[in-house]
């Protein structure tokens, strides 16, 4: 060892499978990349099979990659008896191991791996530095100084800003495509079963032998793991594939139906991309080039293209920034004070709701729900019924496999459940059956009447609804976005109120067995 150059270890993390960094522009002799599989990434929320699986998967596939492109990689596998189980901990064995000069690593996109590696980089022998994942489009802290001196954050106002800066969707004169900035008004229809779903051309993958081993290394986790026919991608150009199947097929689409829910369609035109964006398999400045280049040459309307591009242009990077700007403080939020444990039909999917019952099992059996089903169902139901939003996170967090803290929290804890107190989103996404009832189809075949607010086979959600805004009215009565809720609520006789408020009470009483 001592007659060669010391050599420079080079950490990779689970979701940074990026080929074009630029570290992997030629094999350096001097250099080793290092990956790890460990319990203390598997285990700090319960996770889905298919997370643990298709991560693990990925990065064995990247190793393989890496190597067969002439670089040297030490890859520690779960089951490997040296393995420490943790990164840290892994990290410090190796540098003995290996006498290493330094070590290097990306930005991680999770605080806590972000904090533990700069506490470590504080102790180390060695020199430690972080360069840039060379992912996202926008740094850090950007929307954080966008913002300064500002009382809210505005998405909107960070969009235009992001639409400007990329030169996206804007005619010569640098005025928005269309004559606006946003088509969010025509992206709200039901889907009437035509045109039918896109098929589902994902590859698929046997890792049963990988799933043998995760399981035998004592890791637990939820849902199906769909281990013999595992359809999420490996690496870039199984990803590419997909992005190019969504280009065709669902984004001429997307715009009309982005909304809607189905009990006939588990994802309608969604593209599947989130796994491989957040993974880093993909960047998200070529998918919205592709989006823009599919308006541009007539495949898909501009309404379509604009609300996809919406999506990972503005609100993926927007809630990064929040992420960012708000951690560690919150992950620990709760403005409404909720406290109330999650039902157990979380885990099981076994409740007479026919919307939640399928999102839940869409859920546990593919790892993966559209953000309608997440925000407008499942999250809907926790806000309204008063669930813990830490708890709600965790869950979140564990049963997505494109779900990583950065973009997840923000969703969940901010748009979704409101803890954050309006730093994310300016009112409540909440909403009675009527909304789900509109944009799906599963109230024909629901046990509940979506149009009962009392009765016994009333639909939860009504009466939920109603207690929602009384009991919260201190914090949102004067809400200029909730006017026409409290008009509502002032105009409804007393004794309606008090009925729905003991159906509410009653329901709340009998989570477990709604």
Known sequence: MHDQPRPCLRLILGDQLNPLHSWFQAPRPDVIYLLMEVRSETDYVLHHAQ??????????DFAQQLKANGHRVRYVSIDQASNRQDIVANLEALVTHYEASSVEYQ???EWRLDQALRDWSQTSSVAVNMVDSEHFLTRRDEAQQIFLGKKQ???????????????ILLTPDGKPEGGQWNFDADNRKPWPGQPAEPADMRPCHDHSELWRVIE?????TIGDSQATAFRWPLNRAE???????FIAWGLPHFGDYQDALSEHSWRLFHSLLSFALNTKMLNPHEVVIRAQTAWREGHAPLHAAEGFIRQVLGWREYVRGMYWAQMPAYTRTNQLAHTRALPDWFWNGQTHMACVASALKQSLTQGYAHHIQRLMVTGNFALLAGLDPAQLHRWYLGIYVDAFEWVEAPNTLGMSQWADGGLLATKPYVSSAAYI???GDHCKNCRYDHKARTSDNACPFNALYWDFFDRHRTQFETNPRLGVVYHQLKRMPEKTLQELKSFSARTLSNLENL
Not at 51 to 60: P, Q, Y
Not at 153 to 167: G, S
Not at 239 to 245: F, G, I, N
């Open 51 to 60: 997370k643990v699986l298709g991560i693990f998967a990925a990065m064995r």
């Open 107 to 109: 930005a991680p996109d």
């Open 153 to 167: 954050w505005l998405m909107e106002h960070f969009y235009r800003h992001q639409r400007r800066r990329h030169q």
């Open 216 to 220: 035998s290394a004592g890791v637990k």
């Open 239 to 245: 990803a590419l594939q997909q992005l190019d199947h």
């Open 437 to 439: 009832h509109r944009m």
